[in-house]
């Protein structure tokens, strides 16, 4: 079955940065959408990034776009998705999820429900 795995979370000062990964197995991902999601306390998933691997299409909500680039590494049999922030702000502290659906088109989806597949979640907290 699919199983997505975050790592490189952690806790860096406000202006840093980080680079999140998602191990990927259980399928062939080069015909699906990947994206990462977070959650702060005490709000709901946000939507941060999406990328159709069919298309080619990257989507990136307003307050990240410029800081965090997501990028993937298929070699054979693996699959990584990388997510690489820069110059963090407090307000980006959040648990971030890996999330994965068969694409449709060139769609990149933004919402939760158009994502089958989640991974358990990585800590990030910018202090200032």
């Known amino acids: 079955q699919v199983q997505l795995v975050e790592s490189g979370g952690g806790v860096v000062q406000a202006g840093g940065s980080l680079r999140l990964s998602c191990a990927a197995s259980?399928?062939?991902?080069?015909?699906?959408?990947m994206g990462w999601f977070r959650q702060a306390p005490g709000k709901g998933r946000e939507f941060v990034v999406g990328?159709?691997?069919?298309?080619?299409?990257?989507?990136?909500t307003d307050s990240v776009r410029g800081r965090f680039t997501v990028s993937r590494d298929i070699a054979k049999n693996t699959h990584t998705l990388y997510l690489q922030m820069n110059v963090l702000k407090p307000e980006d502290t959040a648990v971030y999820y890996c999330?994965?659906?068969?694409?449709?088109?060139?769609?990149?989806?933004?919402?939760?429900?158009?994502?089958?597949?989640w991974g358990q979640g990585t800590q990030v907290t910018v202090s200032s």
């Open positions: 990328i159709n691997y069919i298309s080619g299409v990257t989507d990136y």
């Open positions: 259980g399928r062939t991902f080069s015909n699906y959408t």
């Open positions: 999330a994965g659906n068969p694409a449709r088109d060139w769609y990149v989806g933004t919402r939760e429900f158009e994502y089958s597949y």
